[in-house]
């Protein structure tokens, strides 16, 4: 009888991963009507090359889009580390991906206050989505890196293992995907 | 356990596509002529996306459900686009 009340370690596994999969779902409609905020405030306004993108640094910019990329890579190389059972190299990894978090926004209040100081706030046409949309953007890794923490340090007590890693595959999804965000966001607000 | 590891991409590979993807739109945003530009750019940007979605969110090797959830979300945004483009000029003339 108490054979059957046991959980299921596989069937929680899929249904938690299967739970961010649902979330990713619905962060797809919340980001595309923020980038349609975007492009649409664009298309009904004339000036945005004179008026915003003028002030922005494709370089810096295109830095920090490396450095988020470079991020996603380090986040599975810990989740192909802890798979491998080897928890060591998973926390070099992860606190790679921290640094190179912390980098991305230290990038971005880098260039947010360069707009500042040019007179580019939210009050203008272009800034509000712009800063709207990164901000957003940018309190999703900021949230990531606080996970990132806490998976650090305050997993210490349930140690990840070869088995039981699901909290790393589940970051790394939600990692991956404020990758992807950022990397549509590159291309349509600075590139094009 | 053989067969896992075969079945592992080379995440390094993915991660140098990505990254020279990222030199080459740089670049190619100085182009002027936006015939070529903006179709380039937005490939280059689909395919990246993909391959993060593919290899690093390992939906290449996943169950399908996990796919088609995703696939969910986009078809659940077509409505707000077309929504939003026929609106939103509409209040911008107010």
Not at chain 1, 143 to 171: A, R
């Amino acid at each position: 009888m108490n054979e059957a009340v046991q959980p299921a370690p596989i069937a929680q596994e899929a249904n938690t991963k299967l739970a961010m999969w649902v979330f990713l779902g619905g962060e797809v409609v919340f980001f595309t009507a923020l980038i349609l905020l975007l492009v649409l405030t664009r298309f009904v306004n004339t000036g945005y090359q004179e008026q915003f993108r003028g002030y922005l640094s494709i370089p810096i910019i295109a830095a920090n889009t490396f450095v988020l990329v470079t991020s996603s890579y380090f986040v599975v190389r810990s989740l192909e580390a802890i798979r491998e059972g080897d928890a060591r190299s998973m926390r070099i990894n992860m606190f790679a991906v921290l640094a190179l978090g912390l980098l991305f926004l230290g990038g971005q209040a880098f260039e947010w206050t360069s707009l500042f100081r040019d007179g580019v706030d939210y009050s203008t046409t272009f800034g509000m989505p712009f800063f709207t949309v990164t901000g957003t953007h940018g309190l999703h890794v900021f949230i990531g890196c606080i996970w990132l923490v806490y998976l650090l340090l305050g997993h210490g007590k349930i140690p990840f293992t070869k088995e039981n890693h699901l909290g790393v595959e589940n970051f790394g999804l939600y990692w991956h995907f404020v990758d992807i965000v950022w990397i549509v966001l590159f291309t349509v607000i600075y590139l094009i | 356990m053989q067969r896992i590891q075969a079945s592992r991409p080379n995440y390094l590979v993915v991660f140098g596509i990505l990254a020279g993807f990222t030199l080459i739109e740089t670049l190619i945003s100085y182009v002027q002529q936006e015939a070529i530009r903006l179709p380039v750019l937005l490939g280059l940007s689909a395919v990246k996306a993909v391959l993060v979605l593919l290899y690093f969110m390992h939906l290449k090797m996943d169950s399908k459900v996990f796919s088609y959830l995703f696939i969910a979300g986009l078809v659940l945004a077509i409505p707000l686009i077309l929504v939003m483009t026929i609106v939103m000029p509409i209040i911008a003339r107010y």
